[in-house]
């Protein structure tokens, strides 16, 4: 579904990522890791049209992607949950809902399978988004994407400043959301216990070049994670 | 009583002038953190073309000419507006410093064109009624009532506007986060370029409102753009709410001063009491919260 092809780019001087490929299937969900720097956060930037310089290619469903501007990416049915989350704290939840199911060109309203995954924005909706908690604010944030029914979810660190219930319960939903929306997922994450409980595989970037790639399972030897990842 | 209300009233006029003329500023400041310089001009714009349509006539006699102007006036503002976002702003993003230097180049580009057109000389223009009216116990000139009542209607519709229409929540959604609105599919060039012809029409108007109250020369504009960035500054960067509260402010005061003092000390005076407001609020009475000025360390 999504395709990444010889991805090189960055923020202008200097290359982040040097040679990037990964394919992500419909339905499948894939971690990203590696050290601060490695370039995980820009390879979702790159994907979303948010890096000022990228080369290479990005398809989804055998369409380019790269090139475009942010606005069209999305409406083309790809979300993205940044690092601190990108909530509009002065918009109230509903509005930041709303303008999430918008993305996609829908017309009907925030959708309902969207708040039955998360029932306690319901009772929010009126509440400003930046007095929300770090927690309630992913949860926001994961719904807002999702309220587009995106074809591929981009995730960056959604552990950030979230406590460790939340995280799990974030490590549990990915899949399940993945498997019954056939959504495409993309998981940059420092926490390597929610990047192998949400994903089936996983992939490390060292210096912007993908280092090494295998099954969650096997990413568990702590030999193969004190190789990829120990400083 | 009646020195009271007519207080009162010419506070409220310079108010609702202000306020037409800061809202545009406050989007564009809180969307790009471009000071747009030339903002003064598209006012100039609105009381030359009130001045160019009376003295055309079209047969019209000049009372009924103005109300003409009313409307053409915001779509010559919005075009000219356009015309600048196009040309220059969308070049110069991100790029702050700069585009203080191309908005003032504009702004007497602005008005020596305009100056090349009409000529150096003040411009005749007719308010459309005339008259006084009483209001408890205040004899009051009518055109006042009416800039009071169309800029009222006007501040209050745009204020709705931004905060309940699709349009408005998108734009704050832009002025909030910039990168997280276009990756939720809002196209923030547009809008800006949108809120920046919307900012530009209300100067225009706010031109035709105030014109036959005040000199129509070249500069006129420039009376009003060092206000208004008080009031953008004072109210909160990136708030239509606050450009409303900076303008009851500084316009309230400013009126109230004049009634007892000399005309440049009571400027003096407001301009003390906004830098102590500053200080005592940094980020302005209804603080705005505006992505693009605080990335850029200024929040």
Not at chain 1, 33 to 41: E, I, W
Not at chain 2, 2 to 10: D, F, P, Q, R, Y
Request: net charge neutral; proline share 4%.
């Amino acid at each position: 579904m999504l395709r990444i092809a010889n991805l090189r780019g960055g923020y202008g001087a200097g290359p982040v990522l040097d040679g990037v490929d990964l394919v992500v299937a419909s339905g499948e969900v894939v971690s990203v890791v590696g050290r601060n720097g490695s370039g995980k956060s820009t390879l979702i930037k790159a994907v979303m049209g948010l890096l000022p310089v990228a080369l290479g290619t990005i398809e989804l469903d055998g369409k380019a992607l790269l090139g475009l501007p942010a606005h069209q990416i999305a409406r083309r049915g790809v979300a993205y949950v940044p690092q601190g989350r990108g909530i509009f704290p002065r918009l109230t939840v509903r509005q930041n809902l709303e303008i999430g199911a918008r993305a996609a060109g829908a017309k009907d309203g925030i959708p309902g399978d969207v708040l039955e995954l998360f029932p306690f924005l319901k009772e929010r909706f009126g509440q400003s988004g930046g007095t929300m908690s770090g927690g309630e604010q992913q949860m926001l944030a994961i719904a807002r994407a999702l309220a587009s029914h995106p074809r591929l979810l981009l995730l960056d660190e959604p552990s950030d400043g979230v406590q460790p219930r939340i995280v799990q319960e974030i490590g549990e939903l990915i899949p399940e959301i993945a498997r019954a929306h056939r959504l495409g997922v993309i998981l940059v994450e420092q926490n390597l216990d929610l990047a192998m409980a949400a994903a089936s595989r996983i992939v490390v970037l060292d210096k912007g070049m993908i280092a090494h790639e295998c099954a969650s399972e096997r990413f568990r030897d702590v030999d193969v994670q004190t190789r990829f990842l120990a400083i | 009583m009646s020195g009271t209300v007519v207080v009162i009233l010419n506070a409220l006029t310079l108010i609702s002038i202000l306020a037409l003329v800061a809202i545009g500023l406050a989007i564009v400041f809180g969307m790009m953190d471009v000071m747009n310089l030339a903002h003064g001009e598209f006012v100039t714009i609105g009381a030359y073309t009130l001045s160019f349509v009376q003295a055309a006539r079209w047969m019209l006699p000049p009372e009924t000419a103005y109300w003409v102007a009313l409307v053409l006036a915001p779509l010559i503002g919005a075009l000219v507006g356009l015309i600048i976002e196009w040309a220059v702003i969308r070049r110069l993003y991100h790029r702050p410093l700069d585009t203080i230097l191309a908005t003032f180049g504009i702004s007497l580009i602005l008005q020596k064109l305009i100056e090349l057109s009409f000529g150096a000389l003040p411009q005749v223009v007719v308010a459309p009624v005339s008259g006084m009216v009483d209001l408890f116990g205040a004899h009051y000139p009518a055109y006042r009532f009416l800039i009071i009542a169309l800029g009222g209607v006007v501040i209050a519709a745009t204020l709705a506007a931004f905060r309940w229409t699709q349009f408005g929540v998108d734009l704050r959604a832009v002025i909030q986060n910039r990168a997280m609105a276009e990756s939720l599919g809002i196209d923030a060039k547009r809008l800006t370029r949108i809120a920046f012809a919307g900012g530009s029409a209300l100067a225009s108007l706010a031109g035709v409102l105030l014109a036959p109250l005040a000199s129509v020369e070249t500069h006129l504009g420039t009376f009003y753009i060092g206000k208004a960035f008080f009031v953008v500054i004072l109210g909160g960067i990136g708030s239509v709410l606050g450009s409303v509260a900076g303008s009851v402010l500084v316009g309230g005061a400013e009126t109230l001063l004049n009634y007892e003092l000399d005309p440049s000390l009571a400027s003096a005076l407001v301009l003390a009491l906004a830098i102590v407001l500053v200080r005592l609020r940094p980020r302005g009475i209804v603080p705005g919260y505006s992505a693009a000025h605080e990335l850029l360390g200024k929040g």
